[in-house]
């Protein structure tokens, strides 16, 4: 075997390792493009195989609709999921992690510009207690931003009279999805798919520290840093936003 090819095999192999097994061909074509390997997906598939490499990927859900809106907060948001800059619209959300013996509860903040996991935090319970440590952590990281506008679902720990006050404090502004409707929040479903299908073994987590050690390391050392994203061109989620702060900067000089 011609060793250019050996190269390709032994890269391919790195970043599906990286990847805990979970990237398709699509996304190992992206990937190793960012190694500066150019390969078709007909050839990543065809090495794939050849390499007993498959991925751990699962078919789409489907999920029930909606029909009533939360009275006092509607649907600001409406399904619009693109932004044209980071900080205009976070998205929550909280998942559960078999722990064990026991669920462990996951809340995370998305920003929707490049879909950047900027908070996130973990519970025995899925109070609202979980959600303001998630939403604290972003609003922290992100240098206390204004008028963020934060979408999440009717779910108790975001209506919580505790967690409005900190929206309140943070002067950001409130949207629900519709009762019962998972797709007027499909990122945050995208995420926790994508987390649970790459990155959680099957059987879930020995104990709490495993799980909360292993969702950071997803977060922060695959997700947001490497792994391709569709609504991103391929970039992953820091290259989208590293794209926008150089060509603001780029325009801010001109003026």
Known sequence: MAPERLRLIAEMKRWFGLSH???????????????????????????????GLVSRQMPTHKYAKAEKEHLSIPNLLKRAFSTKAPDQVWCGDVTYVWCGSRWLYLAVVIDLYARKVVGWAT?????????????????ESRGNPKRVLFHSDQGCHYTSKSFRQLLWRYGMMQSLSRRGNCWDNAPMERFFRSFKTEWMPRVGYRNMAEASAAISQYIVG??????????NNGCSPIMK???????????AKKY
Do not use: C, I
């Open 241 to 251: 936003e590293k794209q926008y702060w150089e060509t603001y900067n780029e325009v």
């Open 123 to 139: 519970s025995a319970r899925p109070d609202s207690e979980l959600t303001k440590k998630a939403l604290r952590m972003a609003y």
């Open 222 to 231: 695959y997700y947001n840093r490497y792994r391709p994203h569709q609504h």
């Open 21 to 51: 097994g979970s990237a398709g061909q699509r996304t190992l074509v992206q990937l190793l493009a960012k190694s500066g390997f150019k390969a078709s997906r007909w050839l990543v598939s065809k090495l794939m195989k050849q390499e």
